[in-house]
């Protein structure tokens, strides 16, 4: 679970206060200027310490990190359905069960309508609310801020945008106006952008120092719905002028790291630096794709770079996931698919992060394709239950990812629900793991009949995990992680698999199994149980973890033989 967070006495403007009536105390005391001068000095280092340890991202060793109060932080969480926030009356059951299973983060939705009913009168008090009731569940809070676009649709934008069409413009498809703002509408965007940066400026205001609130996430899978591109006037003309220089210079300095079908289509184009945009991309829907990934990557890195002004806090964006040859309009057009993150980056460097809403049943090569360089892997929503309790030992341990987050958890939350006994075991040994995602010594996987085993190379061994046997029955799924302790320790955690060790080079010494301790972690020291041998190790063959609960097994190998 999250830290206990002591609650300020004041924000900013209470803190400036204190300041200024110590000052009138030593005035009153005929203080002399010296001391004043030496005051201030003290004061100045701690307010750039209260900057420098806000939320961040950091790249450390092999892995980019959450930062959290200057220490690595492993999010285990969940979102809530898009309504449920929006009531703290609601809301007020609903915390316990998600302490009981285990999450140390919310993923909560925050739409526009409710935080600017009126154009330019803000009300906060939901946010407040909320922010309390997370404190007092000791729960940290990832913002989802719903505003021009949720689902490609705008249904949580304010209903004075809604209705005045003229100034703030809807996509056209097939020549009517649909319900979707159009990201070409400048009115919109700078609506869209001075309503965050209020929201983010409060946040800073009355939680700057506690940093119950970790992240945002800005909008939510936007894009077109219903065609490949915006048919308004502003996007047809748009669409017939020159494609941006800053993108084509984006893709010639970052040829080489470029998305492969991206690459393959701009090559397949002669690889133009100018032109129109069916010039530059050919005259598919895949050039009305990558066209409306830069207006909505435009618009989108302006509102969180005016939020980030406020209070600069990581900031992603969310995706919409289908197939590589499914046509865009069928998903949302221009959500940042892999094949046109590349496009996204062109467009800024605000947003932190691109992360897959991932529900696809192919979960590793999904995971794979998010996870590169410059972008690590964010798991804002994804399946949970059983699926979600196996899943989350990949992405943390292979992927050195950053969350874990299944979607609707305010219903499925319950303390028999798998998940939380993946998230309790995981709690117990976050401090390690997060120490060996950034050695790069860890790897997760997920296994089944289909898929039964996967190999590694870690600390000199070869390890061969393969579904666990028992009297010759074998399981069908498990799932876990195993990260290098030592020379020749490892630990396990997960259920129903087995592993095995060979050294590299392989001529050389055989491995055998010195010792199997089952046991747990309590305030990150090691409690050892039950030392496992016989039938428990396969006469000592192999490491088990039963496919009968989860469990955390420390092995320590020894060589022999020639």
Same mark, same amino acid.
């Given at each position: 679970?999250? $830290?206990?967070?002591?609650?300020?006495?004041?924000?900013?403007?209470?803190?400036?206060?204190?300041?200024?009536?110590?000052?009138?105390?030593?005035?009153?005391?005929?203080?002399?200027?010296?001391?004043?001068?030496?005051?201030?000095?003290?004061?100045?280092? +701690?307010?750039?310490?209260?900057?420098?340890?806000?939320?961040?991202? *950091?790249?450390?060793? !092999?892995?980019?990190?959450?930062?959290?109060?200057?220490?690595?932080?492993? @999010?285990? +969480?969940?979102?809530?359905?898009?309504?449920? !926030?929006?009531?703290?009356?609601? @809301?007020?059951?609903?915390?316990?069960?998600?302490?009981?299973?285990?999450?140390?983060?919310?993923?909560?939705?925050?739409?526009?309508?409710?935080?600017?009913?009126?154009?330019?009168?803000?009300?906060? /008090?939901?946010?407040?609310?909320?922010?309390?009731?997370?404190?007092?569940?000791?729960?940290?809070?990832?913002?989802?801020?719903?505003?021009?676009?949720?689902?490609?649709?705008?249904?949580?934008?304010?209903?004075?945008?809604?209705?005045?069409?003229?100034?703030?413009?809807?996509?056209?498809?097939?020549?009517?106006?649909?319900?979707?703002?159009?990201?070409?509408?400048?009115? $919109?965007?700078?609506?869209? *952008?001075?309503?965050?940066?209020?929201?983010?400026?409060?946040?800073?205001?009355?939680?700057?120092?506690?940093?119950?609130?970790?992240?945002?996430?800005? *909008?939510? #899978?936007?894009?077109?719905?219903?065609?490949?591109? &915006?048919?308004?006037?502003?996007?047809?003309? !748009?669409?017939?002028? #020159?494609?941006?220089?800053?993108?084509?210079?984006?893709?010639?300095?970052?040829?080489?790291?470029?998305?492969?079908?991206?690459?393959?289509?701009?090559? !397949?184009?002669?690889?133009? $630096?100018?032109?129109?945009?069916?010039?530059?991309?050919?005259?598919?829907?895949?050039?009305?794709?990558?066209?409306?990934?830069?207006?909505?990557?435009?618009?989108?890195?302006?509102?969180?770079?005016?939020?980030?002004?406020?209070?600069?806090?990581?900031?992603?964006?969310?995706?919409?996931?289908?197939?590589?040859?499914?046509?865009?309009?069928?998903?949302?057009?221009?959500?940042?698919?892999?094949?046109?993150?590349?496009?996204?980056?062109?467009?800024?460097?605000?947003? &932190? %992060?691109?992360?897959?809403?991932?529900?696809?049943?192919?979960?590793?090569?999904?995971?794979?394709?998010?996870?590169?360089?410059?972008?690590?892997?964010?798991?804002?929503?994804?399946?949970?239950?059983?699926?979600?309790?196996?899943?989350?030992?990949?992405?943390?341990?292979? #992927?050195?990812?950053?969350?874990?987050?299944?979607?609707?958890?305010?219903?499925?939350?319950? *303390?028999?629900?798998?998940?939380?006994? /993946?998230?309790?075991?995981?709690?117990? %040994?976050?401090?390690?793991?997060?120490?060996?995602?950034?050695?790069?010594?860890?790897?997760?996987?997920?296994?089944?009949?289909?898929?039964?085993?996967?190999?590694?190379? @870690?600390?000199?061994?070869?390890?061969?995990?393969?579904?666990?046997? /028992?009297?010759?029955?074998?399981?069908? $799924?498990?799932?876990?992680? %195993?990260?290098?302790?030592?020379?020749?320790?490892?630990?396990?955690?997960?259920?129903?698999?087995?592993?095995?060790?060979?050294?590299?080079?392989?001529?050389?010494?055989?491995?055998?199994?010195?010792?199997?301790?089952?046991?747990?972690?309590?305030?990150?020291?090691?409690?050892?149980?039950?030392?496992?041998?016989?039938?428990?190790?396969?006469?000592?063959?192999?490491?088990?973890?039963?496919?009968?609960?989860?469990?955390?097994?420390?092995?320590?190998?020894?060589?022999?033989?020639?």
């Amino acid at each position: 679970m999250g $830290t206990v967070r002591s609650r300020p006495t004041g924000g900013p403007s209470g803190s400036r206060s204190h300041v200024l009536d110590c000052v009138t105390v030593m005035r009153t005391r005929v203080f002399s200027l010296p001391i004043l001068l030496l005051l201030l000095v003290f004061i100045q280092p +701690g307010a750039r310490a209260q900057q420098t340890s806000l939320p961040h991202l *950091e790249k450390r060793g !092999a892995a980019t990190q959450l930062i959290v109060d200057g220490k690595p932080f492993l @999010m285990l +969480g969940g979102e809530l359905h898009n309504s449920s !926030a929006s009531s703290l009356e609601y @809301m007020k059951p609903i915390w316990p069960k998600l302490q009981a299973l285990g999450l140390n983060t919310v993923f909560t939705p925050l739409s526009w309508e409710l935080i600017e009913p009126r154009e330019g009168t803000f009300d906060f /008090s939901l946010v407040d609310g909320l922010l309390d009731q997370a404190r007092a569940a000791n729960e940290h809070i990832v913002f989802l801020w719903l505003a021009s676009w949720k689902n490609g649709m705008s249904s949580y934008a304010p209903v004075w945008v809604k209705e005045d069409t003229r100034r703030f413009p809807r996509v056209m498809e097939f020549g009517r106006e649909v319900e979707i703002l159009s990201p070409l509408g400048k009115a $919109t965007e700078q609506a869209d *952008e001075h309503a965050f940066a209020a929201l983010m400026s409060h946040i800073k205001q009355v939680d700057g120092r506690e940093h119950t609130v970790l992240m945002m996430q800005v *909008e939510n #899978e936007v894009g077109v719905l219903g065609d490949s591109r &915006d048919h308004s006037p502003a996007a047809n003309a !748009a669409f017939d002028g #020159e494609v941006p220089a800053r993108l084509t210079a984006y893709l010639q300095a970052h040829r080489a790291t470029l998305y492969h079908s991206l690459r393959e289509l701009w090559d !397949a184009n002669g690889d133009k $630096t100018s032109g129109t945009w069916t010039e530059v991309f050919g005259n598919t829907q895949r050039a009305d794709e990558i066209f409306m990934a830069w207006q909505y990557a435009s618009y989108i890195q302006a509102v969180t770079a005016a939020g980030k002004a406020e209070y600069n806090i990581p900031m992603y964006a969310n995706t919409w996931l289908e197939g590589e040859t499914n046509p865009p309009g069928q998903y949302p057009s221009g959500c940042p698919e892999p094949r046109v993150i590349d496009v996204w980056k062109a467009a800024g460097a605000s947003i &932190d %992060i691109y992360a897959p809403d991932l529900y696809a049943p192919d979960f590793i090569a999904w995971s794979r394709r998010f996870h590169r360089s410059g972008n690590p892997l964010f798991l804002a929503e994804t399946r949970g239950r059983a699926a979600g309790a196996a899943n989350v030992f990949y992405a943390l341990g292979e #992927e050195a990812g950053i969350s874990f987050s299944p979607f609707g958890i305010d219903s499925e939350a319950s *303390e028999t629900d798998p998940l939380a006994d /993946s998230y309790h075991l995981i709690a117990e %040994i976050e401090p390690l793991l997060l120490v060996h995602q950034s050695a790069g010594d860890v790897h997760g996987f997920v296994l089944d009949r289909e898929h039964s085993t996967v190999d590694f190379t @870690m600390n000199g061994y070869t390890l061969h995990v393969g579904l666990e046997r /028992s009297f010759g029955q074998q399981t069908e $799924t498990g799932f876990g992680l %195993i990260m290098a302790l030592g020379k020749n320790e490892f630990l396990g955690a997960g259920e129903g698999f087995m592993v095995t060790f060979t050294p590299r080079p392989e001529s050389g010494p055989q491995a055998g199994i010195a010792a199997v301790v089952e046991g747990k972690y309590e305030n990150g020291q090691w409690i050892p149980g039950r030392r496992l041998n016989g039938d428990e190790n396969d006469q000592g063959g192999h490491g088990q973890f039963p496919p009968r609960g989860e469990t955390i097994e420390r092995i320590t190998l020894y060589g022999y033989g020639q």
